[in-house]
């Protein structure tokens, strides 16, 4: 039997995606779904999100496809607008419906009693990658910078995910391993964590007293 894999999506029309077997270091990354880019229509977004959700899925299968839910107008605290929302939302249908033509119907993700679900909450999703939970101005600078503490992305990657799609797509696709596999999830707390640090210091300090290599005489 195979590891599960899932693919886990932040849907806007600039997206974040992040990919990989359930406690393997996951592949990400972050891009426009209209080939248009900035700007595009939102016939063209949405087109956009069924043509890449496919392609992706047929190049690299999933066993499961999740998505952060969208927040109700009401519930976001006036930090976007009634298109944005239109946005998100049309995303999230399509990408579920795709995913589910294709076959990835996550029969075994049960989320508040609903199985085969694939919108996972945002409280969820920062509550399980989080130490703890914090106020939504500094929550997404918290997962970008636990994402370079994992060395699932570099800083250079990280600074250049300007939107934080990138690293909020790799918040979900965690809460997703954890949900499927809790047992063989990648650990992220901060024991790990402080582990994983003082290895990369010991390494840099090993290359920088490292003897130079003596040349070979000719």
């Known amino acids: 039997m195979t590891t599960p894999r899932i693919l886990a999506i932040d849907a806007a029309a600039h997206f974040g995606w992040a990919y990989g077997p359930i406690g393997e270091t996951p592949r990400s990354g972050s891009q426009f779904f ?18 890449w959700t496919t392609e992706f899925l047929t190049t690299y299968p999933a066993d ?4 952060e839910r969208a927040l109700p107008d009401t519930g976001v605290k006036h930090t976007t607008n009634y298109e944005t929302s239109e946005m998100k939302n049309g995303l999230i249908g399509v990408i579920v419906a795709t995913s589910r033509l294709l076959g990835v ?19 969820t999703v920062r509550s399980k990658f989080l130490p703890k ?32 799609d990138r690293t909020d797509a790799l918040a ?14 990648p650990p992220v707390d901060p024991l790990f964590l402080a582990a994983e640090r003082r290895k990369r210091e010991a390494e840099r300090l090993a290359d920088r007293y490292a003897k130079p290599a003596i040349p070979e005489r000719f």
């Open 105 to 123: 119907r996550n029969r075994d993700l049960v989320v508040k009693e609903e199985r085969g679900e694939h919108r996972l909450w945002l409280s």
């Open 172 to 185: 979900i696709w965690y809460c997703g391993c954890l949900l499927v596999d809790p047992k063989n999830a």
């Open 64 to 67: 499961y496809v999740v998505v």
């Open 34 to 51: 209209a080939k248009s880019g900035a700007g595009a229509s939102y016939a063209n977004v949405m087109l956009g999100a069924m043509r």
């Open 133 to 164: 939970k914090p106020k939504d101005d500094v929550a997404k600078p918290l997962v970008r910078q636990k994402c370079i503490d994992l060395s699932w992305v570099t800083p250079e990657e990280a600074e250049a995910d300007k939107g934080f």
